[in-house]
C-alpha cells in the first residue's frame, strides 16, 4: 500500500526556517520522481519542488535559492527544506509522487499518489 506521510509544518517569523519530511512507504523512493507542492486558501496548487529518480531537481521561481529539496534513500524520505521563509510561503504543503509523462515535474497533473498535507505559516 502506497503511503506518502508529511511532518514538519509549523508556524514560524519572516525570515525562518523550516524543513518538512515526507516519508514513504510502498515504493522506493528513488525510483519515482517526487516532488513539493503546496496550495494556500482560494488559489490553485502549485509545484515548489522536484526531485527525479536521477537526482535532478526543479523550483519555481518564487523559492529558488530558499529551498532545497533532497531525498535520504536509506530512509525513503523526501525532504524540503525552507529557508528565508515569507508569508507568501503559507499554505499547505503536500508530498507527491509520480513518473513524469508531460515533461513538467512541477504540474500536480504528473502526479499519482499524494499526502495528506502539513501546514505553513509564515508571519510577517
Known amino acids: 500500500q502506497v503511503q506518502l506521510v508529511e511532518s514538519g509544518g509549523g508556524s514560524v517569523q519572516s525570515g525562518g526556517s523550516l524543513r518538512l519530511s515526507c516519508v514513504v512507504s510502498g515504493f522506493i523512493v528513488s525510483d519515482e520522481t517526487m516532488a513539493w507542492f503546496r496550495q494556500a486558501p482560494g488559489k490553485e496548487r502549485e509545484g515548489v519542488a522536484a526531485?527525479?529518480?536521477?537526482?535532478?531537481?526543479s523550483y519555481a521561481e518564487r523559492v529558488k535559492g530558499r529551498f532545497t529539496i533532497s531525498r535520504d534513500n536509506a530512509e525513503n524520505t523526501v525532504y524540503l527544506q525552507m529557508s528565508s521563509l515569507k508569508a507568501e510561503d503559507s499554505a499547505m504543503y503536500y508530498c507527491a509522487a509520480g513518473r513524469i509523462r508531460f515533461g513538467d515535474p512541477l504540474n500536480p497533473d504528473e502526479y499519482n499518489f499524494w499526502g495528506q498535507g502539513t501546514q505553513v505559516t509564515v508571519s510577517s
Open positions: 526531485i527525479d529518480s536521477t537526482g535532478f531537481t
